[in-house]
């Protein structure tokens, strides 16, 4: 097995976009190919996340027209779908082909237009990757999913529900502050000063969750270029190395024991954490799957960086921002980024390359530049959980 | 000779893998009862079915009925619908973990007004469906269990 390496990357603006799928992501596979300085004649694989092509522009195996689109040649090109960490388990199976040695160098991102949906029917189709046999007739979205998450948080601390719901705030505020200094976001240069009152006070989507708890639907686009360590130094003096990763797997909702405490996450970090050789003390920032803010919560936990019912509080205290502890989605996370679930993971990872190379927006910039690194993607009601690891120096 | 007897293969496609589907459970919630399946080797119940015991992963499974009474252990208001239960708002999804071990997920009927915090833990009974015509990606009529607070 090799150690592999990111060499390219690229991000297209999130938000409402006019062009095609096939379009957003040749956009950002191109990019990442200048970036790297490589040609389609480099690429042997590509690797792709879409979630719901089917649905957004009655368009399956986009994979493979994505290759056709950059001329990349007949080679292997797969779609990826684990919801909305379509990306990150695209990622993570490159990194793998790259490491078996099949593959000297490949293409792997991800793409979505779910605002073009529409609320109503995006609502509609995010709610597939529920347990549909169960949860279908009942009518659960994922809004209500992490509501009943948040609902079980507040009761299994004994935590009064409006006291969670202030300090879930603060995980609006930050991430919506940070989204706003990104030029690539969905909502930059708006909402970047919001108030508690504001995020509380907003429009009831899943009680206790208001519309400022959750992240927006988006349209996007992220790619990155992978290739084996030691042929990372040709193309560029600043490789980010693939530590480790990890990927595991959930049950329908009333089979897990705690919503707070979803296994299939946290057993996926144990095994990034294990394969980098790393803990969570090692780890310089984050980005992760704040879908909605109990959601940060919740994730905080899981991959330990905050003892069990203390990150709520350590979010209101200004640990998981800019000179925090751990500062946590200064990309402004899916709140204030946009999420294009397809895209997310590969987003994720975008911005922790760009942070490693000193990259990112001033304001969201971390100074010193991180050493390590951690994304954490979600898919579904905790159906599909991956995690990758990165660091500017190899272990 | 290679190759198998049509019969042969038949006899094979005959083995039953499911001993209640959820075509079974929906119907059991339409006629007024909570199914699941009792396992012989641990005698946990499953509930909703699954090819195997949920607790142990055995293979030997019983159709058994539920008593239908539970404690919800969270919920929720939606207050924004997916497309197809836009007539349904206010609605309550709720997990409620039943008497006998497994938890299931269905509404809860209760005014909305009164669904606060202190519902969690309340003790619930088995009243009813809910049903859902579906949708052309959902095609069919479904039902999910509806609970209704004891007392």
Redesign the interface.
């Known amino acids: 097995m090799r150690d592999v390496a990111i060499i390219g990357v690229g991000h297209t603006k999130f938000g409402r976009a006019s062009k095609t799928s096939l379009e957003l992501f040749s956009e950002a596979s191109l990019q990442a190919m200048d970036d790297a300085g490589v040609v389609g004649a480099d690429i042997e694989a590509l690797f792709q996340g879409a979630a719901l092509p089917g649905f957004e522009e009655g368009q399956v195996m986009p994979a493979a027209f994505s290759a056709a689109e950059l001329n990349l040649g007949p080679i292997p090109a797969t779609r990826y779908e684990g919801a909305c960490a379509s990306a990150s388990v695209a990622i993570r199976d490159a990194a793998m082909w790259v490491s078996s040695g099949e593959c000297d160098m490949v293409l792997a991102g991800g793409v979505e237009k779910a605002l073009t949906m529409g609320?109503?029917?995006a609502?509609?189709t995010?709610?597939?990757s529920c347990h549909?046999?169960?949860?279908?007739?009942?009518?659960?979205?994922f809004?209500?999913v992490f509501?009943?998450?948040a609902?079980?948080y507040?009761?299994g601390y004994d935590m009064p529900?409006d006291s969670l719901r202030e300090k879930m705030a603060h995980v609006s505020i930050k991430n919506h502050r940070h989204g706003a200094l990104n030029p690539l976001a969905q909502f930059y240069k708006k909402m970047g000063n919001l108030k508690v009152e504001d995020v509380v006070n907003s429009?009831?989507?899943?009680?206790?969750?208001t519309l400022m708890d959750c992240c927006p639907f988006s349209d996007g686009a992220a790619a990155l270029v992978l290739c084996p360590v030691e042929d990372a130094k040709k193309y560029t003096d600043d490789p980010v190395y693939v530590l480790g990763t990890g990927q595991g797997s959930g049950s329908?909702?009333?089979?897990?024991e705690d919503?707070t405490k979803p296994v299939s996450r946290i057993q996926s970090a144990k095994v990034a954490f294990k394969r980098a050789r790393l803990e969570p003390k090692d780890i310089d920032m984050l980005e992760l799957h704040d879908c909605f803010t109990i959601a940060e919560l919740i994730a905080l936990e899981c991959l330990g960086f905050f003892e069990w019912g203390k990150a709520a509080e350590a979010t209101a205290q200004g640990e998981t921002d800019l000179g925090g502890k751990i500062p946590t989605n200064m990309s402004g996370g899916l709140i204030g980024k946009g999420h294009p679930i397809g895209a997310t993971g590969a987003s994720q990872v975008y911005w922790m390359v760009k942070q490693m190379r000193g990259e990112a927006a001033k304001g969201n910039q971390i100074d010193p530049v991180p050493e390590y690194g951690m994304t954490d993607t979600l898919g579904g009601d905790f159906g599909t959980l991956c995690h990758i690891i990165l660091g500017r120096t190899k272990r | 000779m290679v190759g198998k007897e049509q019969e042969e293969i038949e006899k094979e496609l005959s083995k039953e893998y499911v001993a209640l589907t959820?075509a079974d459970y929906e119907d059991g919630l339409k006629g007024g009862k909570l199914l699941g399946l009792k396992c012989a080797a641990c005698g946990g119940i499953t509930c909703?079915p699954m090819p195997v015991c949920?607790w142990c992963c055995d293979r030997h499974l019983e159709k058994v009925e539920l008593s239908g009474d539970g404690e919800v252990?969270?919920?929720?208001?939606?207050?924004?619908?997916?497309?197809?239960?836009?007539d349904?708002v206010p609605?309550i999804?709720?997990?409620v973990k039943t008497k006998e071990g497994?938890?299931?997920?269905?509404?809860l009927d209760m005014e909305v007004e009164s669904?606060t915090?202190e519902v969690?833990?309340t003790q619930v009974k088995l009243d009813g469906i809910?049903?859902?015509n579906g949708?052309k990606?959902?095609s069919g009529e479904?039902?999910?269990p509806v609970f209704k607070i004891v007392g």
Request: net charge neutral; glycine share 8%.
């Open positions: 609320t109503a029917f609502t509609r995010f709610a597939m549909t046999p169960t949860e279908g007739a009942v009518g659960l979205t809004p209500g509501a009943m998450a609902r079980q507040a009761k529900l429009m009831m989507v899943a009680d206790p969750l329908a909702l009333s089979k897990m919503l | 959820y909703h949920q252990t969270t919920f929720t208001v939606i207050r924004v619908a997916s497309e197809g239960f836009e349904d609605y999804p709720c997990l497994p938890c299931v997920i269905g509404r669904a915090q969690i833990g809910s049903t859902y949708d990606f959902f479904h039902v999910c």
